[in-house]
């Protein structure tokens, strides 16, 4: 099979194989949901409801706070019992969250839907951005925004993300081979929004099935590319570079070079909303990792507490385990998440439960490991280093800013040093130096 690839990135051991044989279930019903009000990139959603307000699935609790935000749905039948700020890992801070205690089976409240070929490009639009739809893959920025580039950006290729680079997490691979119709009709509907004709879905060569099954199935309509497996061959520049040979340039968006790339998942995401007219309220993760009793890839409702899932749908963890490391997300990207009553977010694609490693942390020797693995060509001790030493105008002189944050350099640094940390810390002080501007 011949490849297609990038400069850079790592091949850490792969771990798919204890969820990847696993069909996708449907989780029973949480008693209690917690929705942030952010669970996207951009402003905070404004809640719409009060304390006591009874509440249907799939009802707007929260407004879009700006030009680029999300609506936020209710994935539950029930009460509101808060509304009150909540520490968020995933921002850093503390947001507006709304708690609600189900009281019965699903009472749906649904969005405008029906044949797909009879909306207009702004009525799809309307639908996605009412759907509350943003990056599955992790990105979490609104889909509406993503496929409305300005007028000036000509896009003439969308690529559908079905790398699934992470180590662990196999919910995009179920997602190819159990939905791929629903995909196909989320395609169909981008491509009628970005008025594209080129297709392409890039996917890891370590899914072969998926490869051989889709390549059939969507023959004539998506162009199916190989991708040789390596870490982060899923992340949006790598995954452009790889299929078309265009590279975005330094600083720039895939827009830029006419490209709009998507995920799987996301596809699925906007099938639901314009024909079923179901706001996003549930999504698919891998439950994983060696900790773990029972690994398993499962539907899950926004919202839902990681202990919940941990204990309904993953049996526990392992006895005689101690400090068991839970990441939201793989073991490359992922948060780490210090209480369990975290609720899952739409961009959570993976729970990954890990036995504790040695401690990280000791000093640069020097090997430029972390230079060779690189996928955006930068100096990762160097970066490591200014953020340290506060010094943020150079950290970006020398690319602070274009740093992907793919955990890559960590992985192979033998001393351990943990340069993701540092950079997502000095780009936070930076960008707030100057005032939320780059
Ligand atoms: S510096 Fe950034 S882009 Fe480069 S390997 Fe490290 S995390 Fe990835
Ligand atoms: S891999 Fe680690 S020890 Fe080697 S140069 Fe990079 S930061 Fe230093």
């Not at 449907?26 to 952010?38: A, E, T």
């Not at 993503?146 to 699934?164: C, V």
């Not at 870490?231 to 330094?250: C, D, F, M, N, S």
């Not at 939201?328 to 439960?353: A, C, E, F, R, Y």
């Amino acid at each position: 099979m011949n490849l297609a690839t990038f400069k850079g990135g790592v091949h850490p051991p792969e771990k798919k194989e204890l969820s990847k044989e696993i069909p996708i279930q449907k989780s029973p019903l949480p008693d209690k949901v917690v929705v942030f009000m952010q669970q996207h990139t951009g402003a905070p959603a404004k809640p719409v409801v009060e304390v006591g307000q009874k509440v249907k699935t799939g009802q707007i609790i929260g407004e879009p706070g700006g030009f680029i935000s999300a609506y936020v749905h209710s994935p539950v039948t029930g009460t509101v019992t808060e509304v009150k700020k909540i520490s968020n890992i995933i921002f850093g801070k503390a947001v507006e969250a709304v708690v609600i205690q189900r009281e019965s089976e699903d009472e749906w409240e649904l969005l405008p839907h029906g044949d797909y070929e009879k909306f207009s490009k702004e009525e799809l639009l309307d639908i996605i951005k009412k759907a509350g739809i943003v990056g599955l893959g992790g990105a979490m920025f609104p889909t509406h925004v993503k496929l409305n580039p300005p007028q000036d950006k000509k896009i003439d290729t969308l690529i559908i993300n079905g790398a699934e680079c992470e180590p662990y997490l196999t919910i995009d691979h179920r997602m190819m081979l159990e939905k791929s119709e629903e995909i196909l009709i989320g395609i169909k509907i981008a491509k009628k929004i970005l008025g594209v004709n080129n297709v392409y879905i890039g996917i890891e060569s370590n899914k072969k099935d998926a490869i051989e099954f889709l390549k059939n199935k969507w023959k004539g309509q998506v162009i199916v590319v190989p991708l040789k497996t390596k870490y982060p061959q899923g992340a949006e520049k790598q995954l452009i570079y790889a299929i078309t040979g265009k590279e975005v340039p330094r600083g720039g968006l895939p827009m830029d070079v006419g490209v709009v790339v998507q995920n799987v998942s996301t596809m699925y995401a906007i099938k639901e909303a314009v024909v079923d007219g179901k706001p996003l309220v549930e999504r698919g993760l891998t439950l994983t990792g060696e900790a773990i009793k029972r690994p398993g890839n499962w539907w899950v409702r926004i919202g839902t507490p990681i202990s919940w899932i941990v204990e309904n749908l993953g049996e526990g963890f392992k006895e005689g385990i101690e400090n068991v490391k839970v990441l939201m997300g793989g073991p490359m990207m992922g948060i780490p998440i210090n209480n369990l009553d975290t609720p899952i977010v739409k961009g959570n694609n993976g729970i990954t439960s890990l036995i504790p490693e040695e401690q990280r942390g000791t000093f640069c020797i020097r090997c430029s490991y972390c230079v060779d693995v690189c996928p955006m060509g930068l100096q990762p001790y160097l970066l490591d280093l200014l953020g340290k030493k506060r010094k943020y105008d150079e950290a970006v002189e020398v690319g602070l800013l274009d740093c992907i944050e793919c955990g890559s350099c960590s992985y192979v640094c033998p001393a351990k040093i943990e340069h993701v940390k540092t950079i997502k810390l000095a780009k936070k002080v930076y960008r707030a130096l100057r005032g939320g501007k780059k």
